[in-house]
């Protein structure tokens, strides 16, 4: 059983910084049946968008508004994906989503996996 399990979602001033942790179990999030780990964000109305990625070689991409304050890693050894969210804004009030793009077996078949989502508030 696949699970993604999202933390660290708080009210912060703008400016603050948080830590959202996305711990996995059922995948390896460096394995070489993952083609990426991701964090999305949904506002109310809105459409779900990729904040950052990460791939399995290593390899960042970020969001354009959120470049130079964000930084997503993992650390392998506890089988889980961070996202450092520092100087944060208002306009980075959204629901946070871990997400998991995975492909394996015989045959391969493709896999998307979503955590539950971290309430992440920021005040002006």
């Known amino acids: 059983q696949v699970q993604l399990v999202e933390s660290g979602g708080d009210l912060v001033q703008a400016g603050g910084s948080l830590r959202l942790s996305c711990a996995a179990s059922?995948?390896?999030?460096?394995?070489?049946?993952?083609?990426?780990m991701g964090w999305y964000r949904q506002v109310l109305g809105k459409q779900r968008e990729l904040v950052a990625s990460?791939?399995?070689?290593?390899?960042?991409n970020y969001l354009d508004s959120v470049k130079g304050r964000f930084t997503i890693s993992r650390d392998n050894s506890k089988n889980t994906v961070f996202l450092q969210m520092n100087s944060l804004k208002p306009e980075d009030t959204a629901l946070y989503y871990c997400h998991a793009d995975a492909i394996y077996g015989l045959p391969p078949r493709k896999y998307d996996y979503w955590g539950q989502g971290t309430q992440v508030a920021v005040s002006s």
């Open positions: 990460i791939t399995r070689a290593g390899s960042t």
């Open positions: 059922g995948i390896i999030v460096g394995g070489n049946g993952i083609n990426a």
